[in-house]
């Protein structure tokens, strides 16, 4: 397994931070698309198993860039018994679902990580970010497609407002063109957000601006000959 996290950036995003590369690490890319597709919370423990150990480094690379925010919080939750700081201000954001795509696959995957993500190092939650109408899924698209297909899509709940000087790191399974990412930043950023990054479980690295980087497209059902 790779020691160090892989860094890309998109044009709402300065930084986003993710485990693994697709298709490089094949078995990875099985555990993700059960955990994504198959709802199996198994793999999602699984997964979160792996990256566990570099939550550390994590929080190391994010404390770096965040040096002027000011105050640090003493972290020391970890498995292994290492101490770590982080901003106060920094909050966990999952990359929501509606309830209709949550429903059809059994499971937030998104939640899911980002709750254990939390839990292992004390960063707080914000779920007042949701997706407001269903679109095509990202993976069935191509790359120009997938940048039209989330104008208008998420939007923030009016009870939770966002925090005053406050650092949002995005939480999703899957980097690909980052274009879901980047409208959660975009939508973020205009409700007075200071700072969005983002981490991902893994990246995929795209090819042209064709549909190279679908490797995680549910199949369709087979059907007979």
Do not use: W
Not at 34 to 50: E, I, N, P
Not at 77 to 101: D, H, M, Q
């Amino acid at each position: 397994m790779p020691r160090s996290l892989y860094t890309r950036s998109a044009p709402e995003l300065p930084r986003i931070l993710s485990f693994f590369r697709l298709p490089e690490q094949s078995a990875i890319k099985k555990l993700i698309h059960r955990f994504k597709f198959d709802g199996a919370r198994t793999a999602g423990d699984d997964l979160f198993s792996l990256i566990e150990a570099r939550l550390p480094e994590l929080l190391r690379l994010h404390c770096e860039e965040n040096e002027a925010a000011g105050k640090f919080t003493d972290l020391s939750s970890f498995s292994n018994g290492e101490s770590v700081t982080t901003p106060n201000r920094t909050f966990l954001v999952p990359v929501p679902l509606t309830r209709a795509r949550e429903r059809g696959r059994g499971l937030h995957q998104t939640r899911q990580l980002a709750r254990a993500i939390s839990a292992a190092t004390g960063l707080p939650l914000f779920e007042g970010l949701k997706k407001v109408r269903e679109t095509p899924p990202q993976s069935s698209l191509t790359r120009t497609a997938r940048l039209g297909n989330l104008a208008g899509v998420f939007a923030l709940q009016e009870s939770l407002p966002v925090p005053s000087r406050t650092t949002f790191l995005l939480v999703d399974d899957v980097l690909t063109t980052g274009s879901t990412l980047n409208a959660c930043a975009r939508t973020l950023r205009a409700a007075g957000a200071e700072k969005v990054e983002a981490l991902t479980l893994a990246q995929v690295e795209t090819v042209g601006g064709g549909r190279g980087e679908n490797f995680l497209q549910k199949p369709e059902p087979a059907t007979a000959s």
